[in-house]
Nanobody
Framework: QVTLVESGGGLVQAGGSLRLSCAAS????????MGWYRQAPGKQRELVAG???????NYADSVKGRFTISRDNAKNTVFLQMNSLKPEDTAVYYC????????WGQGTQVTVSS
C-alpha cells in the first residue's frame, strides 16, 4: 500500500518562505514522476510543480520563479521550496505521482498572511 505523508506547512507572512516535504512508502519511488498539488478553498486541486524520474522540472505559471521542486530518491522524499510567498498561495498542499496517482495523503496547510 502506497502512503504519502506531507509536512512543513504553516503560517507565514507574505514574502516569506517554507519548505515542504513528502515522504513516500510502498512504491518504487525512483520510478515515478512526482508532483506537488494544491487545493485552495472552493477551488479544484491543481498541479503546481512536477519532477521527472530524471530530475527535469516544470511549474505552473503562477509559481514559476518562486517555487523549486526537488527529490531525494535515497530517502523516497520529494521537496517543495517556496519563496516569495503570496496570499494567493494559501492552500492545502499535497504530493502524488504525476501519472498513475494513488490515494491522497492528509496534505499540509500553507497559510500566507498579507
Amino acid at each position: 500500500q502506497v502512503t504519502l505523508v506531507e509536512s512543513g506547512g504553516g503560517l507565514v507572512q507574505a514574502g516569506g518562505s517554507l519548505r515542504l516535504s513528502c515522504a513516500a512508502s510502498g512504491m518504487i519511488f525512483r520510478g515515478y514522476d512526482m508532483g506537488w498539488y494544491r487545493q485552495a478553498p472552493g477551488k479544484q486541486r491543481e498541479l503546481v510543480a512536477g519532477i521527472t524520474t530524471g530530475g527535469s522540472t516544470n511549474y505552473a505559471d503562477s509559481v514559476k520563479g518562486r517555487f523549486t521542486i526537488s527529490r531525494d530518491n535515497a530517502k523516497n522524499t520529494v521537496f517543495l521550496q517556496m519563496n516569495s510567498l503570496k496570499p494567493e498561495d494559501t492552500a492545502v498542499y499535497y504530493c502524488n505521482r504525476v501519472r498513475y496517482r494513488v490515494g491522497w495523503g492528509q496534505g499540509t496547510q500553507v497559510t500566507v498572511s498579507s
